[in-house]
Every structure is written in C-alpha cells, then in structure tokens.
C-alpha cells in the first residue's frame, strides 16, 4: 500500500481547515497526484448519519463514551471503505479531522483520557496513523467567533460546548503535538488563506523531499 501520503488536518472550531485542504489539494494535483479530500465525522453514508447524531444539537447531551463508540464506529467505515483502498490506489489522502480529533476531543475535552482514547482505537482499528498531520492553530474563542460567521451559521451540538472545553482540547492538541513532533506540524491559522497555505506547502516540501 502506498500510504506516503495520508495526511490531516486538525484543529479547533473554525481553524479554517476545509479551505486549506482546498488549497493543498491544488498543491498535489499540479504535481499531477491523484487526490482524495474526505472528513471525520464522515466520509461514508452511514458516517454520515452519525455525524448528525454527534453535531445535531437535537442529540442533546451525550454520555462521553458514546460520542467516543459513535467516532470509532465512523471511522471504521472510513478507514477499510475509503481511507484504505484510495491509499492502497497511489492516491494522495487528505483528510478533515482523524484520530487526532478523537484524543484531543474525546480523550482531553470530554475526560476520557489521552491513552483510553488511544487504546480503544489502537484495540479495534489497528495502529496505522497518519504520515503527517496538520495542525492549525487559532485561539478558541477566536475561532468560535470565525465559526459562526459574525453571528449568521447557527454553531452545532460541540460548537456550542462551553469554551472551557474547547479550552482543554486546544491544550490537548498541543501536548500531542509536543510528543509528536515528527509527525505533526503547527501552523497559525490567522491571516491571509494563501500565505497561510504557503507556510502548509513548505513544511511539506521538507517533509517530503521528492515533491521539490
Ligand atoms: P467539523 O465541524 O470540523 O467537521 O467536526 C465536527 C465536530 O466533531 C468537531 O466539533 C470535532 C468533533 N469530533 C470529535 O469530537 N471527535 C472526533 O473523533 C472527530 C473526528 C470529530
């Protein structure tokens, strides 16, 4: 399997990251790379159906570990239906949100536990991660105010947790960071999309030599 480039975006509420997967996508194709841009919760039909049930705020509170099974069950669609094959077909995958998102939300910001987090999934998914992964940096309360578009989007279920919780996943994302820093790469995510972009696009040419 070519999994060389399996690569995510993660970040809090409104860290711009579909945008510049967007841009990134450009990037790879005029290198002439087949492309695939998915996102968590998603991806597949049924993922789909449950990303209503965790972002629809009609879900209410959920118990941690629901929203925790609700992710892995998602994510193992995701993985052996879409993540998998497009990989194992040469095709560079970017991905909105992964794994990350689960220990940074579930494991910090709910209190489950980094290492719980990463046991279940390591337990039923197997401990294939991404090659790199992009985390987009923005205050949270900066970026809250971003993801409701000045007061037109109607925020969902998790956007609308209170900012201590999106606190604890902003400082759960950079201690993950920290003990990774092979893998992960830090970006500010304010400013000006393109130059944003650049920054992306340079820490991947260092990464991957062959793509200069
Ligand atoms: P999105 O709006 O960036 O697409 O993400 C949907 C929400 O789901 C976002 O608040 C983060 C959350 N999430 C988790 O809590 N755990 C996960 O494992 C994933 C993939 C997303």
Known sequence: MNDRYFITFEGPEGSGKSTQ????????KAKGLETLVTREPGG??????????????????????TELF??????CEHLRKVINPALKAGKVVLCDRYFDSSVAYQGYGRGLGAQKVRKAH????????????????IKPSDGLKRANHGGTKQLDRMECEELAFHEKVYDGYNK??????????????????????????????????ELR
């Not at 609700?70 to 994510?75: E, S």
């Not at 390591?122 to 940096?137: A, C, K, M, S």
């Open 21 to 28: 997967i967007k841009l990134l996508q450009d990037f790879f």
């Open 44 to 65: 597949t039909k049924p993922g789909d159906s449950i990303r209503e049930v965790l972002i629809n705020k009609s879900s209410g509170n959920l118990e941690a570990e």
């Open 70 to 75: 609700l992710m892995l069950a998602q994510r």
């Open 122 to 137: 390591e337990e039923f998914l197997g401990d294939f991660l991404p090659t790199l992964t992009v985390l987009l940096q």
């Open 176 to 209: 993950m960071a920290e003990a990774e820093p092979e893998r992960f790469i830090k970006i500010d995510a304010v400013g000006d999309p393109k130059i944003i972009s650049n920054h992306i696009i340079e820490a991947i040419l260092k990464r991957f030599k």
